[in-house]
RNA sequence: GGAGAGAUGGCAGAGUGGUUGAAUGCGGUGGUCUUGAAAACCAUUGUGCCGCGAGGUACCGGGGGUUCGAAUCCCUCUCUCUCCGCCA
């Protein structure tokens, strides 16, 4: 969520406007007239306030003194200011309320060096890894080749969970160990601390990372014991730091997790979901850094180098995305997308999404540290997968597919794995 | 699942309904002393909101109530801990 000082910054709306291609004035009018009117209200509540306890206090001494009367008559007086400020209070919350739902509406404004643009087609693409690979005779989609050496079963998925919730078996099972195995190792080389979270989060803690209220239905819901399966590891790995006021000495706070991710996906169906494109539940590691606000474009192009290092191991063709205002998320102020090249579909798969959020998510999970000055400020949090699992297993699978159908493990994972080919 | 106890500042731990934002200890910060350090001593040390400032106001798990006045009394919700049972 925006801050109230960005949502008063003319600059700051204005690029937000421009870079989204979206008009926010009227929300954002709304918000200011709302902002100056809960000022008001709330000069006058302390004002009657400190009246009453003021009175409060000469009430007290007069009865000391034993001075009923005039102690009763101060009474009476007390209970017209509580009336007044009961009604007042009111007045506030509602207006806090009505501001907090607005605030709520406003997505993050996306950095300078973001392209203008509605949707993906007006992504740019700042890298590419070299030439994809044509379509070629006799090459297999990885939902056949995970058939072929039974690696994974999508029909016993559903005869179990239902569609989406695929059944890795024997090598495939292994495959996936591995890779978690070799990014957390591969992160954690790189300074990231390892964490094994809850998978199952609280309200607050949805509501910290905002995907409670706006996201409420792309979480599966435990309604018996109100708890939501996380959807990335970055829900419960931030909310860590909810409420917190941390050193400035420890940034950059950098932390990874691998979880498993749940994702209803209502709506979704056809051909992009099939086999590993797009599941209700799927492996990812992640990771989170928070840092000082000077520090966070540094850290984002660091954080993007990182996985650029991860790819490169894979021996996988890749792309990085800077995605344009309309397509930046929510929260977001600059998303680099990592894209694999699925050589039998023949088109790109979103494998790391690495985004720096500025002060957006901090503001509502109230994480802040304490500057020079001694003033609190608000942090700056990034997070990025690193990476997630089905899409480059999909593309593992198939651009390393020989000919006669084998496949070959890229050597950097093969210690992870246990072995080097799957025939 | 059964029984009980509790929730107070970074931590530990007090708190008769009336200058209590809250004793005390530890920790943190600054200082004195010292060649330096330790010790000792002195001072300082929560967060939000309003205000240029002085200052004001709110917050003792959440919500509600009683009262002129609530950390303190009442109701309610949530959470945590201990014991028993069950269990990887």
């Known amino acids: 969520m925006l801050t109230l000082k960005q949502v008063w910054d003319e600059e700051a709306i204005q690029q937000l406007n421009d870079k989204r ?3 926010f004035s009227e929300i954002v009018s709304q918000i200011r007239s709302n902002d100056e009117s809960r000022k008001k209200t709330q000069q ?3 004002n009657c306030l400190q009246q009453a306890n003021i009175i409060s206090k000469q009430v007290g001494e007069l009865f000391k003194k034993k001075e009923i009367e005039a102690a009763n008559e101060l009474k009476a007086k007390s209970s017209e200011l509580k009336e007044q400020s009961k009604g007042l209070q009111e007045q506030l919350r509602a207006i806090e309320d009505s501001m ?3 605030l709520y509406k406003i997505p993050n404004v996306p950095h300078t060096s973001v392209a203008a643009g509605v949707d993906e087609s007006d992504n740019e693409v700042v890298f590419e890894s070299g030439d994809t690979p044509a379509k070629e005779e006799g090459l297999l989609p990885h939902w056949e080749l995970a058939k072929k050496h039974n ?6 998925g559903v005869k179990i969970a239902g569609a989406g919730f695929p059944l890795y078996i024997d090598k495939g099972a292994r495959l996936q160990r591995g890779l978690i195995n070799f990014f957390l190792d591969y992160n954690t080389e790189a300074g990231y601390k390892e964490y094994l979270p809850p998978f199952f989060v609280n309200e607050a803690s949805g509501i910290g990372t905002g995907n409670l209220p706006d996201k409420e239905g792309q979480m599966y819901h435990m ?11 970055e829900v419960p790995v931030t909310n860590i730091f909810r409420d917190d006021i941390v050193d400035a000495a420890t940034f950059p706070i950098k932390c990874t997790a691998y979880t498993p991710c749940f994702r209803r996906e209502a709506g979704s169906y056809g051909a992009h979901v099939r086999g590993l494109n797009r599941l209700h539940q799927f492996e990812k590691v992640e990771i989170v850094q928070i840092t000082h606000p000077d520090a966070s474009y540094d850290t984002h192009g660091e954080m993007v180098e990182h996985v650029k290092g991860l790819m490169e191991k894979l021996e996988l063709p890749y792309r990085i995305l800077r995605l344009c205002g309309g397509d930046t998320t929510f929260a977001s102020a600059l998303t680099y ?4 090249w699925s050589r039998a579909q023949q088109r790109w798969l979103e494998v790391s999404s690495v985004s720096n959020f500025e002060t957006f998510q901090a503001n509502r999970l109230k994480l802040r540290y304490k500057d020079e000055n001694g003033k609190t400020q608000l942090c700056h949090t990034l997070n990025g997968s690193a990476l997630a699992l089905p899409r480059i297993v999909a593309a593992l699978l198939e651009n390393h597919q020989n000919p006669d159908g084998s496949i070959d493990i ?8 246990g072995f080097d080919k799957i025939s």
Request: net charge negative.
């Open 21 to 23: 291609k979206k008009d």
């Open 44 to 46: 006058e509540l302390d």
């Open 100 to 102: 907090q739902q607005l």
């Open 151 to 156: 690696l994974i079963d999508f029909e016993l």
């Open 223 to 233: 309604q018996l014991d109100d708890l939501y399966a996380i959807p990335t590891a």
């Open 337 to 340: 997308d990592f894209e694999v």
């Open 410 to 417: 890229p050597k950097a994972i093969v210690p992870h794995v």
